[in-house]
Every structure is written in C-alpha cells, then in structure tokens.
C-alpha cells in the first residue's frame, strides 16, 4: 500500500511538471524574454518601431560627430528630407531642412555603420561606431602641403594655401553627405543609428 500511494505520488508530480512545462512562454529563461537576434532587420523593423511606440524622435539626415571629450561623444546631424519625385531620374530626391542638431550618442546605443563603400551595414556598438566614424573621416584630415613635395599637413595648419584647405573640407563634407542616416533620440540621446547610401 505504501509503495502504492508512493507511486501514485510520483506519477503525479511528473504529470503536472509536464503540463506546467508546456504552459511555459516560448523566448523565456528563467522567467525573463530572451531578447531576439540582433540583426540588422531586427533594428530596422521591430527595435525601430519600439522606441517610436516608446515616444522616440525620428530623424533623417547626415552626421558629422564632435569627439574632442571621448567618454562623451556627440552626433551632429544635419536633418534631411526624403522627397518622391516621380520627374526625377531616381523617383526622389534629398531635401535639406537646413536645420542643424546635436544629440549625445548614449552609452549602450544601437548602431549600423557602412565600412568603405559597402551597401551592407555593419551592426557596432557606440565605442566602434566612434573608431569607425575617425577612421572613415581620417583621410580629410590632412591636405596637400604648398611648402613640400608629396607632404601633408594638419588642415588646421597656418602655412596651407586657403584653395587646398577649401579642397580638403569640401571633400570632407561631400563623403560626409554622401550617407544617411535614420536615428532615433530617446530622452535626449541617440539610441539608434541605422546607416545606409541612396
């Protein structure tokens, strides 16, 4: 009798554990939602739509970065305007809102980068997003020098003929506009950068 009940005992723990088992929610561990992938459909569908439900600010347009203070670093934006036009070769074009805005780059911010003249953007965090913003502006940084041959010099230098300078900023400024970016600003700092060329 004792082994009986004993028994019965048994197959009744095992037969609620299984049916409490498959009551469980898919994505959980340990009663938490696992978070999804981090792909780039990811931040471009679902993440992007939750922080816009979440009252995120949505702007489109190009960056240029001020990182003189590297724990802090802050994104520039030159605000933009995608315009449908069917009488344009390419059905659109880029309007510039000529308006101008800074926003600190949150520490845990979501971003995309596109390395080189890649069309596929890389998913980085703040810190590498930084290191890829220098290292793809790098190359602006210096002009020809009029005092030596083949040399360079810093583009702030006083001894640089002003037409090189003029030369070296415009390209700067047009490699800089020749990307785009959505960003999301949540509570005053970027959260999310997605990056792509048109």
Do not use: W
């Not at 596109?114 to 596929?120: E, P």
């Amino acid at each position: 009798m004792k082994n009986k009940s004993l028994t019965l005992c048994l197959v009744c723990i095992l037969v609620f554990s299984c049916l409490f088992y498959g009551c469980r929610e898919e994505n959980q561990s340990g009663g938490t939602i696992d978070e999804p992938a981090i792909t780039v459909d990811y931040l471009t569908g679902e993440y992007a739509d939750q922080l816009l439900r979440d009252g995120a600010e949505h702007v489109f347009g190009s960056i240029s970065m001020d990182l003189s203070d590297p724990a802090n670093p802050v994104l520039n934006v030159t605000a933009k305007e995608y315009v449908e036009d069917s009488s344009r070769a390419a059905g659109y074009y880029i309007a510039d809102r000529n308006l101008t805005l800074s926003y600190p780059l949150a520490e845990e911010a979501r971003t995309t980068f596109l390395v080189g003249r890649t069309s596929i953007p890389k998913i980085m965090t703040t810190e590498e997003f930084c290191k890829a913003y220098t290292a793809d502006t790098s190359g602006f940084a210096t002009v020809p020098s009029a005092n030596s041959a083949g040399g360079t010099v810093a583009a702030n230098a006083t001894n640089v003929d002003d037409e090189a300078l003029q030369t070296a900023e415009s390209d700067l400024e047009t490699h800089l506009q020749s990307k785009y970016y959505d960003i999301y600003v949540m509570n005053g700092q970027v959260e999310l950068i997605l990056a792509y060329y048109l």
